[in-house]
């Protein structure tokens, strides 16, 4: 028989593998991609071309650093998610990121 006090199995909101390894590839990733700053390359690109072409590099550059730090990008943009509305995740993430101003 159904019982509405039995609680579900598990923590329905837990995060799926989110180990201390998955953050640490995360910001890797992450900090791989910013040093490019392409969003300023693109905004100094003048031929539509020449835009075209650095978005196709930072896609690629992208999908390297992910796939190069042992996650997909679907598992990638999972965890940003997760972060975006968990800010004790947000907050381990970000403290894996070192400052590009040193």
């Known amino acids: 028989m159904y019982s509405p006090q039995s ?4 923590p329905s909101t837990s995060a799926p593998d989110l ?16 040093r490019k700053d392409y969003r300023q390359r693109i905004a ?3 031929a539509p ?4 072409r650095i978005v ?4 690629n550059e992208f999908t390297k650093a992910v796939t ?3 996650l997909s990008v679907e598992e990638y943009a999972s965890i940003l ?4 509305d968990d800010h004790e995740i947000r907050d381990k993430l970000l403290q ?7």
């Open 7 to 10: 609680p579900p199995p598990g």
């Open 19 to 34: 180990s201390d390894q998955k953050l640490s590839a995360v910001a890797a990733a992450i900090e791989r991609v910013a």
């Open 44 to 46: 100094e690109a003048e």
């Open 49 to 52: 071309a020449e835009k075209e």
């Open 56 to 59: 196709a590099e930072a896609h």
């Open 68 to 70: 190069e730090q042992g």
């Open 81 to 84: 998610d997760m972060a975006q």
């Open 96 to 102: 894996r990121i070192r400052p590009s101003d040193k």
